[in-house]
């Protein structure tokens, strides 16, 4: 089926650091999300964009927090001043369109903040 | 807002017992979608099942589920559990704006 790739699968950082975390979505798609999730914990929306845009975001997304997919490329999500608690596996989403939403995800990237 | 209830963090079956994963939810939304997504070890998370229209059973892969708009729930259900369908469980809500939110997720553990 279609593949979403994230790149790199882990990533280790100090505390304080800048983080760009990569994620190639299906092709076609033209929605893409991000989620968090803490070891041991659920699963967590985070960001929605589409057309260049963030469509909608969560409590979670804070203002150290940006997105973009420049000339579609990958879509990245920046983390800058990275904080321990952004310690947790991000999963990147694409679908190809609304009503219902139907995710298509990547295996995740384990993001550790020392 | 919308949230998804998951109550079983993990089960655990025989093989060749019947599966039943709880899944609730609350929303404002009448047009809400309910889907379950499984995560394999080592592997992405990826759509099991959608809802279809209130009390039609939807089926794919030997899983099946029914929505109940009347009490709230999507529960996923399989005749006969295999050692292949260990994993982790995610029940998610969505409309047709929104992006979907997860449950807890239940782990389900097959033994021989």
């Known amino acids: 089926g279609p593949k979403v790739l994230q790149i790199p699968s882990h990533q280790i950082i100090d505390m304080g650091q800048m983080v760009t975390l990569n994620c190639d979505p299906v092709?076609?798609?033209?929605?893409f999300y991000w989620y968090k999730q803490i070891l041991g914990q659920q699963m967590e929306f985070l960001v929605n964009?589409?057309?260049?845009?963030?469509?909608?975001k969560s409590k979670l997304f804070k203002d150290q927090f940006s997105v973009e997919r420049p000339d579609g490329s990958y879509f990245t999500l920046k983390i800058q001043p990275t904080a321990l608690e952004d310690s947790a596996v991000y999963f990147c989403?694409?679908?190809?369109?609304?009503?219902?939403?139907?995710?298509?995800f990547g295996a995740g990237t384990r993001l550790s903040v020392l | 807002g919308d949230s998804v209830t998951q109550k079983e963090g993990l089960v655990t079956l025989t093989e060749g017992l019947p599966v039943m994963l709880n899944c609730t939810y609350q929303?404002?939304?009448?047009?809400?979608?309910l889907f379950w997504y499984v995560h394999y070890l080592n592997e992405s998370p990826r759509l099991l099942l959608k809802?279809?229209?209130?009390?039609k059973r939807t089926e794919h892969q030997g899983f099946h589920a029914t929505l109940h708009k009347s009490s709230s729930s999507f529960h996923l259900q399989k005749s006969s559990a295999q050692l292949s369908d260990s994993a982790l469980y995610y029940c998610?809500?969505?409309?047709?704006?929104?992006?979907?939110?997860f449950g807890a997720g239940t782990k389900l553990s097959v033994k021989p």
């Open positions: 989403a694409s679908s190809p369109d609304r009503g219902p939403i139907t995710l298509y």
């Open positions: 092709s076609n798609h033209l929605y």
């Open positions: 964009f589409y057309n260049g845009k963030v469509m909608e």
């Open positions: 929303t404002i939304y009448s047009n809400a979608f």
């Open positions: 809802s279809s229209t209130d009390n």
């Open positions: 998610a809500l969505s409309d047709n704006n929104n992006a979907p939110r």
